[in-house]
C-alpha cells in the first residue's frame, strides 16, 4: 500500500527495504505483455524503494502493492470513460504514484506517456511550451502528475485535457470492473525524447516489442536471483523507464530509487545505495554520472572507510558518447572502495529499438579503438592514419558490445550497400524490440523505418568481428549530457533572435578537443561591425542557453554559406562535414 511522504518520513527508521530474493522461481522472457510479468512478479516479495537525496530510506513498495493499486487506479481510469487506445499522459516523477498509474493505464488497456520534469533551466514558461506542445502530440484524454507541480502542467493541458494531482486522482471513486487483457501486439506506451519540445517525436511501442528488449537486457547483462538495482535515472528517459523501471520488474529484481534531482545535489548518494544493501549492484549511467562522482571526491577523502563497490557487478554506461578518461578516472577514485573496472559495461540504443541494441560482454570493461579523427567526418575506413605525413590527433571508440539476441546490425554506405569490418557507415538494426513507429507521424516513420523492418539509427558506426563501435551521428539529434535535443530546436530560439531568420542557422554536435561532445551552430552574419559581431555570438549563447540548458559554441559565417540539399533544403549534416574539414571558415578564423 501507498502510504503518504509525512508517514513515510516519520517512519523511515524502521522501514526495511525490499528483499534480495524474491522467493519464487526467476523467470526471464517468459511472458508477452507487462502486465502479465507484473502480475507474476507481484507473487513475490521483492520491490521498488524510494531514497531521499541522503539515501535515506522513505518508502518500501513491494511489486504486490504496485500491482494491487495499479489495478484499483485501472478502475479510476475506466470509470471515468477511457478507451483502449487512448492516450494518458503522466509528468514522470520517480514515486510510487506514477509507478502505479504507468501500470494502471496498462491494465486500462490505455496508453501511458511519460513526460518530463522541470529542469532547472529555461524557467517555468519554457517547461509550460514543452508539456504542452507533447501534449498536442499524444492527444490525451487525462494528464496526471505531482500535486506540486499541478499549476504547471494543468497550464501546458488547458484546452486539451483535463489535469489531476495525484491526490486528486486518488480520490476518484475506483467501482468493480472487468479489465481487459493486454494484447501483445498493441501499442503498450508511447516514449517522448527528453528534448522534443518544438518537433516531439513519439515512439510507440508495443507489449511484445519491450518485452523482447527486456529479455534481452537480461541475457546479455546475465542478471540473475541475488542483483540488486540501484538508480537514479528519470523515468521520462528511455533508459530510466526501461532500463531501470520496467526491466527489473520483469526479472522479479528489487531496486533502490533516488529522484534525478536529488542526484543532481549529492551525487554521491547514489554510490552510498551501491554500497549499503547486499547483492550484486547492477546500476547504469551516462558519462556524466560518472565525471560528477569522480569530480565530488577529494584525496582527502576515505573513499574505502565510506563505500563498498566491490558488489558492483554491472556499471553500465550509455546514452551518450562514452568517454574513456571519465571511465579511467572514476577507476582511480574508487578502486580504493572496491570498484573493478571490468564493471564497466558500455552498450548502445535508442528509443526507436525501445532501449537497448547492444551490450558488451560481461566483465570486459572498456576496451578501444583508437582513430584518426579525420577518418570519423563521414565513410571511410576505421584504421591507421589518413595522412601519414601530418600530425595525426586519435579519439578513442568504445566497444559498444554485440547485439541482443533477436537483433541484427548492419552497416551501410549512403547507396545502401552493406559495408564489411571497419568500414565506418550508417548503423541499421532489424529484428525483435523495434517501435511500432512514430506515433500518428507516418512521414517521419516512413525515413526511418524501411517496409522490410530495418530500422536507420541514424547513427554512423563500424564492426569488428561483431562488435558495434559508435563513431557519432548521421542524424540530426544532439545528445548532451544522456539528453536528446533537437537542433531544430536551437535554430528556431536564434531565429527569435532579430535580423536571422530560417535557413540562417545551422546546428549539430561536434567533439571538442577535450573529448566531450558539444553543441555548435553556424550562423550566417551580415554585419561587419566586429564589435555587433561580438554582440551577436553573446546573444546567441545566451538565447540557446535558455531554451536547452546548453552551452554551445557559436561560429558566424558569411551569407549563402550553408549548404543545401537539391530541394533547397538547409543540410546540417553537410555543414557539419565541410565545418570540421575547415571548408566553412568562420570570420573569426578568416580575420
Known amino acids: ?139 490525451p484524454v487525462l494528464v496526471l502528475g505531482p500535486d506540486s507541480l499541478k499549476p504547471l502542467f494543468a497550464e501546458a493541458a488547458d484546452g486539451l485535457a483535463p489535469a489531476l494531482g495525484w491526490a486528486e486522482f486518488a480520490a476518484l471513486p475506483a467501482p468493480a470492473l472487468a479489465l481487459p487483457k493486454a494484447d501483445p501486439n498493441a501499442i503498450a506506451y508511447l516514449q517522448y525524447s527528453s528534448g522534443s519540445t518544438r518537433f516531439p517525436h513519439g515512439v510507440a511501442v508495443t507489449h511484445r516489442a519491450v518485452m523482447a528488449n527486456l529479455a534481452g537486457h537480461a541475457h546479455s547483462m546475465k542478471i540473475a536471483p541475488g542483483d540488486r538495482g540501484v538508480s537514479w535515472l528519470p523515468w521520462y528517459h528511455d533508459m530510466g523507464l526501461v532500463g531501470t523501471f520496467l526491466s527489473p520488474m520483469a526479472v522479479q ?27 550484486n549492484s547492477l546500476s547504469y549511467s551516462p558519462t556524466f554520472g560518472y565525471d560528477i562522482c569522480a569530480r565530488r571526491v577529494s584525496t582527502q577523502t576515505d573513499v574505502a572507510g565510506r563505500f563498498d563497490l566491490s558488489r558492483w557487478k554491472i556499471a553500465g554506461n550509455g546514452a551518450d558518447m562514452i568517454r574513456p578518461d571519465i571511465c579511467q578516472a572514476f577507476v582511480d577514485a574508487f578502486a580504493p572502495a572496491g ?91 532489424k529484428g525483435l524490440g523495434l517501435m511500432e513507429g512514430y506515433f500518428r507521424d507516418p512521414e517521419a516513420t516512413a525515413a526511418c523505418l524501411s517496409p522490410d523492418g530495418w530500422l536507420d539509427t541514424g547513427d554512423m558506426g563500424y564492426l569488428v568481428d561483431g562488435h558495434i563501435f559508435i563513431v557519432g551521428r548521421a ?34 554536435s561536434i567533439t571538442t578537443p577535450q573529448g566531450e561532445e558539444a553543441p555548435a551552430v553556424l550562423v550566417q552574419c551580415r554585419t561587419t561591425d566586429l564589435e555587433e559581431r561580438a554582440r551577436l555570438k553573446d546573444a546567441i549563447r545566451q538565447k540557446v542557453r535558455a531554451i536547452t540548458g546548453m552551452n554551445c559554441v557559436v ?21 557539419r562535414q565541410l565545418y570540421l574539414a575547415g571548408e566553412i571558415v568562420p570570420f573569426d578564423v578568416a580575420a
Request: with cysteine; charged share 20%; glycine share 8%.
Open 1 to 139: 500500500m501507498i502510504v503518504d511522504d509525512a508517514t513515510a518520513v516519520a517512519g523511515s527508521a524502521s522501514l526495511t527495504p525490499t528483499p534480495l530474493l524474491s522467493g519464487i522461481p526467476f523467470v526471464s522472457g517468459r511472458y508477452e505483455t507487462l502486465t502479465e510479468a507484473l502480475d507474476y512478479a507481484a507473487t513475490g516479495a521483492t520491490g521498488f524503494n524510494f531514497y531521499d537525496a541522503r539515501a535515506n530510506l522513505v518508502r518500501v513498495y513491494p511489486f504486490a502493492d504496485l500491482a494491487a493499486d495499479a489495478r484499483r487506479d485501472a478502475l479510476r481510469l475506466i470509470a471515468r470513460g477511457v478507451q483502449p487506445g487512448d492516450r494518458v499522459a503522466l509528468i514522470a516523477e520517480t514515486g510510487a504514484e506514477f509507478a502505479a498509474a504507468f501500470f494502471a493505464a496498462l491494465y486500462a488497456g490505455v496508453l501511458p506517456v511519460p513526460l518530463p520534469l522541470p529542469t532547472s533551466f529555461g524557467g517555468r514558461q519554457a517547461y509550460v511550451e514543452q508539456i504542452r506542445v507533447q501534449l498536442t502530440s499524444c492527444d
Open 253 to 279: 529484481m528489487s531496486v533502490d530509487f533516488i529522484a534525478t534531482d536529488d542526484f543532481a545535489r549529492r551525487p554521491l548518494s547514489w554510490l552510498t545505495l551501491i554500497s549499503r544493501n547486499p547483492g
Open 475 to 508: 542524424k540530426d539529434m544532439i545528445i548532451l549530457n544522456g539528453k536528446n535535443h533537437w537542433p531544430q530546436d536551437i535554430e528556431w530560439a536564434i531565429e527569435q533572435l532579430e535580423g536571422f531568420k530560417a535557413g540562417d542557422i545551422a546546428a549539430f
Open 555 to 575: 561560429e558566424l559565417v558569411p551569407p549563402r554559406t550553408l549548404p543545401r540539399t537539391s530541394s533547397g533544403k538547409l543540410s546540417r549534416v553537410k555543414a
Open 339 to 429: 570498484f573493478r573496472a571490468e564493471a564497466f559495461t558500455p552498450s548502445y540504443g535508442l528509443a526507436e529499438a525501445t532501449l537497448a541494441v547492444s551490450v558488451a560482454p560481461f566483465g570486459q570493461g572498456i576496451v578501444c579503438d583508437l582513430i584518426d579523427e579525420k577518418r570519423l567526418a563521414g565513410e571511410g575506413f576505421a584504421d591507421g592514419p589518413s595522412d601519414t605525413s601530418k600530425p595525426v590527433r586519435y579519439r578513442a571508440i568504445v566497444d559498444c558490445g554485440v547485439a541482443l539476441p533477436g537483433l541484427i546490425i548492419e552497416i551501410r554506405d549512403s547507396a545502401g550497400k552493406v559495408l564489411g569490418d571497419r568500414q565506418i557507415g550508417r548503423v541499421l538494426v
